[in-house]
Antibody, heavy 118, light 111 residues
Framework: EVQLVESGGALVQPGGSLTLSCAAS????????MSWVRQAQGKGLEWVSI???????YYADSVKGRFTISRDNSKNTLFLQMNRLRTEDTAVYYC????????????WGQGTLVTVSS | IVVTQSPDSLAVSLGERATVNCKSS????????????LAWYQQKPGQPPKLLIY???TRESGVPDRFSGSGSGTDFTLTISSLQAEDVAVYYC????????FGQGTKLEIK
C-alpha cells in the first residue's frame, strides 16, 4: 500500500523560508515522477512543481525562482524548499505521485498546512 | 491551458444523474496516440483529491461504475449515473497535455 506523509508545515512570516517533507512508503520516490500540489483554504487545486525520476524539475510560474523541489533517495523522501514566502503561498501542500509519469495523480498525501502571515 | 468547469455547484436528488462539464482553452487530444490528456478527481472535505478518471474516460481501479467520463478535444463530461449520498464532494478536472492545470471545481450536493 502506498503512503505519502507530508510534514513541515508551519506559520511563517512573509519573506521567510520553510522546507516541506513527504515521506513515502510503498513506492520509490526516485523511480517515480513526484509533484507538489497546493490548495488555499476554500479554493481549488494548483500544481506547484514536479521532479522526474531523471532529476528534471519544473515549476509553476508563481513559485519559479523561490521554490526548489528535491529528494533524498536514501530516505525515500521528497522535499519542497520554499524561500521568499508570500501571503499568497498560504495553502495546504500535498505531495502526489504522477501515475506512470504521464501527468495524472493516483496517490496523494494528506497534506501539510503552510500559513504565511505577519 | 485554462480549463473551466460548469456549473460551479450542482444539487441533484439521490438516484438521479449528475453531470459536470469541463472545457479546455485548447485541444487535449494528442494526435500521435489518440488520447485525451484529461483526468477527473473527487475531493471530500478534509481529504486529499482522489483520482476517478484518466485519459478522459478510463475509470481508475476501484471506482464505482456509476462514474463515467466522456468527451474529446476541448469538451469533457463527468457523469454520475445514479447519485449516492457518499458522492457529495467537489469534483475537479485536470489537464496534463501541457504542464498541469486544474479546473476551479464543481461542488455537488444532494437536493
Amino acid at each position: 500500500e502506498v503512503q505519502l506523509v507530508e510534514s513541515g508545515g508551519a506559520l511563517v512570516q512573509p519573506g521567510g523560508s520553510l522546507t516541506l517533507s513527504c515521506a513515502a512508503s510503498g513506492l520509490s520516490v526516485s523511480s517515480n515522477y513526484m509533484s507538489w500540489v497546493r490548495q488555499a483554504q476554500g479554493k481549488g487545486l494548483e500544481w506547484v512543481s514536479i521532479l522526474y525520476s531523471s532529476g528534471t524539475t519544473y515549476y509553476a510560474d508563481s513559485v519559479k525562482g523561490r521554490f526548489t523541489i528535491s529528494r533524498d533517495n536514501s530516505k525515500n523522501t521528497l522535499f519542497l524548499q520554499m524561500n521568499r514566502l508570500r501571503t499568497e503561498d498560504t495553502a495546504v501542500y500535498y505531495c502526489a505521485r504522477d501515475a506512470g509519469g504521464v501527468g495524472y495523480y493516483d496517490d496523494w498525501g494528506q497534506g501539510t498546512l503552510v500559513t504565511v502571515s505577519s | 491551458i485554462v480549463v473551466t468547469q460548469s456549473p460551479d455547484s450542482l444539487a441533484v436528488s439521490l438516484g438521479e444523474r449528475a453531470t459536470v462539464n469541463c472545457k479546455s482553452s485548447q485541444s487535449l487530444l494528442y494526435s500521435s496516440n489518440n488520447k485525451n490528456y484529461l483526468a477527473w478527481y473527487q475531493q471530500k472535505p478534509g481529504q486529499p483529491p482522489k483520482l476517478l478518471i484518466y485519459w478522459a474516460s478510463t475509470r481508475e481501479s476501484g471506482v464505482p461504475d456509476r462514474f463515467s467520463g466522456s468527451g474529446s478535444g476541448t469538451d469533457f463530461t463527468l457523469t454520475i449515473s445514479s447519485l449516492q449520498a457518499e458522492d457529495v464532494a467537489v469534483y475537479y478536472c485536470q489537464q496534463y497535455y501541457s504542464s498541469y492545470t486544474f479546473g476551479q471545481g464543481t461542488k455537488l450536493e444532494i437536493k
